[in-house]
Structure formats: structure tokens, C-alpha cells
């Protein structure tokens, strides 16, 4: 779930930092959405993370025919200009950010508090190749994990 996903960065941050691999003001959070979507769409706005043309060969998702989640890593062509893999399929990855319908007056609020519903970008191993594009969005409420949601850290400042 989103709550989990928090909690386990919450975790890892304090981790860190008593081995002193994270200064003091540092930490490790989810995304928020605008960070997810620069690291899979560069600044071209590109589809998918490695170009604009689907290709089963770079992301998991229905066309590869794995039929469940892979190891990260295993798809290294289709990693963004940034060199962030598995952007596409694999997991939906939730995001800080609270889930709003569209656009006009955005605001990327990544509040932590509340309960309400939060952002999920990516696609999954599920995903037919027009949900695993860069600017695909779904929601979910953050007390519910599935078989198909995962997340990703972030390290940034306080």
C-alpha cells in the first residue's frame, strides 16, 4: 500500500543516516508525480522512456508475455535519458502526490498527511502498451495494495 511504501522510507531514511550515508537533511521519499514523470518522459516528452515506439523487448508488460512482476534491471533498453529503468510496466508506482482528475489548476500536492487518494504512474506487467506510456495515470486509495502496485525511492532534501 501507499501507507507501507511511506513507512519503508521513513525506515530506510533513518537507516541510512545512523550509517551516515545520508546527511541530516536528506531523505529517502516516493516521487512526486512531476519528479516521475521528468525521469520517464526527459524534457521531449517522449512516450515511453526510451523513445516513442512501444517495444516488448524494453519494459514488462502484457506484449513481453511474463505474466507477473521482474526483477528490476532486466529490461536495461528501456531505461530513460536519465538511466532510470523499469519507468514502464512492471509495477504501477505510486507517488507522493495527491491524485487530482486533471490538470487545470494542478497543484502536485505531496502532502504526506491525509488519506486521500494518491497517484500511480507506470503501467504494469498487465498493462496493454498504451498504459505503460510515460504520461499514463491512474489513483488508488492508499490503504490498498495489489498485485500489480509497487513503488520506487527518491532521494532528495528536506
Known sequence: ???????????????????????????ITLPTESQWEKAARSTDGRTY??????DPNRANYDETGIG?????????GGASPYGVEDLSG????????KWEGSYEDYRDDNDLRGDATRVLRGGSWFGIPGIVRGASRDWDHPGYGGVIDGFRCARGSE
Request: overall charge negative.
Open 1 to 27: 500500500s501507499w501507507y507501507e511504501a511511506v513507512a519503508f522510507c521513513r525506515w530506510l531514511t533513518e537507516q541510512l543516516r545512523q550509517s551516515e550515508e545520508l546527511e541530516a537533511n536528506e531523505e
Open 49 to 54: 522512456p526510451w523513445g516513442n515506439e512501444v
Open 68 to 76: 507477473t512482476t521482474s526483477a528490476v534491471g532486466c529490461f536495461p
Open 90 to 97: 512492471n509495477v504501477w508506482e505510486w507517488c507522493r502526490t
